[in-house]
C-alpha cells in the first residue's frame, strides 16, 4: 500500500533550493536509506516530509495521518537546563497517539518501559534527561520515536554517538521494526549497513538516484561511491 | 506577638484584605504554572515586554474614561503577545529589538497621554501605582476577585488537561510538530495565558514587578528539582506560598504590596540556589 507519493520535489531553505527533482513512492514496509556527503539536503528532505518544512516546488501526498509518524531529529535543541527526566521524554513520544486523551494510560507506560529495555537504558528511567552523555542521550530520543511510530519511523542518523555494539544492536532493532510493519526512512553515512538491511536507496545528489537496493548496486554512483569509501562508513559528524 | 496577629486579624476582617490574599495566591498559581513553560522556552522576555505594553494599553483606557479597562487593556495584551511571539520564532526578524521596542514605545506613548489628557490630579500616583502596584492592598474590587478565580480556573483545567503536549512542546517543538501536535496553536493559546496573567496580576504587583512573578519561582524550582512535574509542582507551591507570607508581611510592615511579594521570592530563589548547590555538591556551578 502506498503511504507517501513523492513529486516533482524541490526542496530546500526561503526558495534556496538545495535538493531537487525528487520523485519517489514510500511504501508500506519499505525500507529507505538516504544516503549522501554532509550538506546535500538529507535532513532538510527528511524535515520536509515530516511539514516541519514547506516544499519549495512539487508536492507530497500523504495517504497516512501525520500522527502515525515517528521521528528521530538529528539534533535537538533541548535546553542544557531542562528539567526531564527519560521516562517523561519517552513518554511524550506517544502524544500523537492520545488525540484527546489528557493523559498516558497503563499500556502506553509498560510500552515505554519495554523500549527502554529495547535500547539497553532501563536502568535510566528516573535520571534527568540533560545529566546523561550523548550516547545515552541518542538512545532516550530512539526510544521517544520507538513510541511514537506507528507507522512510518523517520530517522535521521539513528547511530550518531553509539558505540559498536549499541550500533549493531540498534540495526537489528530497525530491522526487527520493518518485519513487524513499520515503515522506515532513515539517513545514515553507513552504505554498507544501509546495503545490507534496507529494500531500497535514496542517493542525495543532483541529480538524485532512487531505486531498489538491485537497482542501486548496478548503477553507477554505487561504484563511484563505493571506490571512494572502501568500507563504508563515513561517520557523521558528532553534534554532540 | 499578640500584636501580630491582632494586624492580620484587623486587616482579614477587611473584605479587602480576603480579597488580596485570593487574588494574590491565585494570580501567582496561574503565573508560576505559565513561568516553568516561559523560562524553558526562554520567553521571559516576552513577560516583560508584555507588561510594558499592558501598561501602555491602560493608559489609553484611561485617557478614554472606559467604565471597564479590561474591555481595551486585555484584548490589546493579547494581540501583542501574539505578535511577540511570531516575531520571536521568526529568525528573519530581530525579535530582541522588536521586543524593546514595543515596551519602550508603549511606556513613552502611555506616560505621555497620561499627561497630555490630565484625567486625574495625581497623574504621577497613578502611573506609580500601575507600574509598582498599588500601595495597600486594599484597592482590590470584588469584580477582580471574581475575574481571578475565573482565570484561575481556566488556566488550572487547561494546564491539566493539556500538560503531556505542553510538555512536548516545550521540551522538542519539532518532534512535537512533526508528529502531528498542532504547536503553533499551542504557542498562541500560552501566549492568551500570559497575556490575561499578566493583565490581572498588574493590579496586584504593577507592571514592572509582573515578570518576577512569572518567572521566579520557575527559576527557583529548577534548581532543586529535575523533572518537569516536580519543577511544575513545586513551582506552584513556591508561588504561592511566597505571595501569601508577601501580603502578610506588606499588612504587618505597612510596605508597598508587590515590592513585598517578589523580595520574598528573590529570597526564596537564594535559599534554593544554595539548596541545589548543596545537592549537587559543590564541584559543581
Ligand atoms: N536552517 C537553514 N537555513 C538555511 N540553509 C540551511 C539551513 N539548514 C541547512 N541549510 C543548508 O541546506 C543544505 C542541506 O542541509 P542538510 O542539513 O539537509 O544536509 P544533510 O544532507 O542532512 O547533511 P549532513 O550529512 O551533514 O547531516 C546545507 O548546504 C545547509 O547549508
Ligand atoms: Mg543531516
Redesign the pocket.
Known sequence: MNLIKVKNLSV???K?I??ENLNFDINEKDYICIV??????????I?TILGLLSPIKGTIEYNISRNEIGYLP?QTSVQKDFPATVMEVVMSGFQNRCKFRPFYNKEEKQEARTNLAKLNIANLEKQCYRELSGGQQQRVLLARALCSAQKILLL??PITGLDPLATQEMYALIKGLNQSGITIIM?S?DIKCALKDASHILF?TNPPFYGTKTEYEKSDLHKKYNTHHVGGHIG??DDE | MNNIFETIGYYLSLPMGRYALIVGVLIALCASLLGVTLVLKRFSFIGDGLSHTAFGALAVATVTGLTNNYILVLPLTILSAIILLKTSQNKKINGDALIAILSVSALAIGYLLLNVFHVSSNVSGDVCSTLFGSYSILTLSISDVWISIILSVCVITFFTLFYNKIFAVTFDENFAKASGTKTEWYNIIIATIIAVVIVVAMNLVGSLLVSALIIFPALSAMRVYKSFLSVTICSGIISVVCTFVGILSSMLLSTPVGATIIVIDILCFFAFYIIGLALRGKSEV
Do not use: R
Open positions: 530546500g531553505y526561503d534556496k538545495v535538493l549522501g556527503e554532509n550538506g546535500t539536503g538529507k535532513s532538510t528532505l524535515k538529528q535521521d542518523e539517513i553515512h542525495a557523521g559528524h
